[in-house]
């Protein structure tokens, strides 16, 4: 599975956070909800979807978001990064 970029203007899309983490590093931080009814069966923990978090070529999952995230402050948005699991990015 792959984080996608939520594209703006798009209805049902998340809205994208971005944030610093304490080194520094700026974070892209988005909700993806899987739509394919084959992914959805094949990962039933993955239905409610997963916080993705980017930046310059890492990427990471946080499984089962907390609800209303996109209101939590930046150190909030922190937190969850720092429990989020790396996921491999595709080459090419």
Do not use: Y
């Amino acid at each position: 599975m792959v984080c996608i970029s939520p594209r703006p203007g798009n209805p049902g899309e998340s809205e994208m956070r971005t944030i610093t983490d304490g080194r520094g590093r700026s974070w892209r931080v988005w909700h993806v909800v899987p739509q394919s009814a084959v992914l959805r069966s094949a990962v039933p923990a993955m239905t409610a979807g997963w916080l993705c978090f980017e930046s310059d070529g890492d990427k990471r999952r946080l499984v089962g978001p907390p609800e209303r995230w996109e209101e939590l402050d930046d150190a909030g948005l922190g937190e969850l990064l720092g429990r989020a699991i790396a996921v491999r990015v595709p080459v090419g």
